[in-house]
Every structure is written in C-alpha cells, then in structure tokens.
C-alpha cells in the first residue's frame, strides 16, 4: 500500500511499509508509513517540511495520521534522549525522580530552553513513573538500536 500523494501533505522523502518495524506493534499497527513532505498548512509563497506518520485502517487513511514540523520531531528527539539518560540513574531516588527538584534538564535552544521534568502535576505520578520506567527498560533494546543508528548517522553528518 503506497503512501497517498493526493492529499494535503505532499509526500518528497517516503519509508513505505513502516508497520514491518514500528517497535512493539510491528506487523500489527495501522502506522503503514512515514514521510517527509511539504506540510499540509503552507500558505501561498511559504513553505515548511513536515515528518508525518501514515495511519491506515485496512480501508481508508485515517484522519489520526500525524503531522509535525521537523523542529518538533527533533525536540522530541531530545526530549525522549534526556529522559532515557535519567531513567538510567533514576534508581537513586525512592521514586524515581527527586520530588524537591522535578526539573530533569534544560536544554539550551533558540535563546531559552528545552525544559525536562517530571510533571508533577500528575495525581499518580509515583505510580505512572515505575510504570514509564519498566516500559523504558522493556524496550530497551529496540530503542538502543534506534539510538545506535541515529548516533552513527549523526557522526556521520559531522554532528
């Protein structure tokens, strides 16, 4: 199944056949593909590139496909890297983060800061932490392989 061109967003750089290795749900998720293309918001005389992940749900392409300008894919990018370099020493803390300082990090971008923090403003936050924290460590592996590859494409870039 090819990934439209007819629609809003105008496909230019496509990975078909994404549901062969979306992680845990690999060859059972309606994620069929990813692209890079032209984003469906461009005005007249502006144009911005956006990643999108392709839903579909054995009949149609499903309104649930996502869109992110690629600044956004790469803030989360780093959002889930900081996170991930926390979970790793988070077993120092009772539970999993320190209360009197939730701020994991701030990471320095366009004149502010990315900031990384536990939300404490979660009623359940002890309890969705461990839960987060035995998800990170149960895809370990197929994150850690992600995170090779794009560590290597990035040295590789001269990053």
Sequence with gaps: MNIPTTLKHKPVIVSEHYERIDGRSAMNTDAKGLSLGL???NDRGKVDISA???RHTGEKWSRQSEEL???R???L???ICRSMAHFREAYRYEHLYDPANPVIDRVGLQ???LTVAVCTEN???NEDIKLFSQ???NDDELNGERLRTLSRILKEMGY
């Design 111 to 113: 004149g502010d800061a």
């Design 77 to 79: 990018a780093i959002l």
């Design 52 to 54: 999108k992940v392709w």
């Design 135 to 137: 998800a990170l460590s």
């Design 73 to 75: 894919v790469l803030d």
């Design 39 to 41: 984003a469906q918001w």
């Design 69 to 71: 300008p690629l600044h």
């Design 123 to 125: 009623e359940k936050i």
